[in-house]
């Protein structure tokens, strides 16, 4: 897991438990829309991470990015490279998080190539893993 900024990124297919296990403050994971995630629930982007103290009190509240998941369904697939091709070139807006997600190269700044690598990655050609080298 890597934070930037109000964000966590981790890589495709870790569950809720996963990663809770790999953080070691007090956390709690919730879905998108606010309910609680359960432990066997696969991280999607826009979940938040809710640290909190000892106490139980919260701290802290991250959003987590799954890079290449920018529809927050838990998966990289076509419609995400999709979506980051048409914000890439004006047609559509994204979420905060979702525009993080689709920037999977690193460089700031969505482009057409970050929604090929999305594209590539749906489909077994590149390594989703990879990318979070490139976002820290």
Known sequence: RFMKNTDIFTVAGK???ELNSAISENTEILNADGSKAEAEDKIASGMKLVIKDEDGEIIDTKTVVVP?????DASITAS???SALRASVGLDKLSDWAQSASDVDGGNKLEANDARS???ASVGLDDSK???AKLV
């Open 118 to 120: 999305i594209l590539r």
């Open 15 to 17: 569950t809720v438990e």
């Open 80 to 82: 995400d490279a999709r």
């Open 130 to 132: 990879e990318w979070l």
């Open 68 to 72: 290449g998941d920018v529809d927050g």
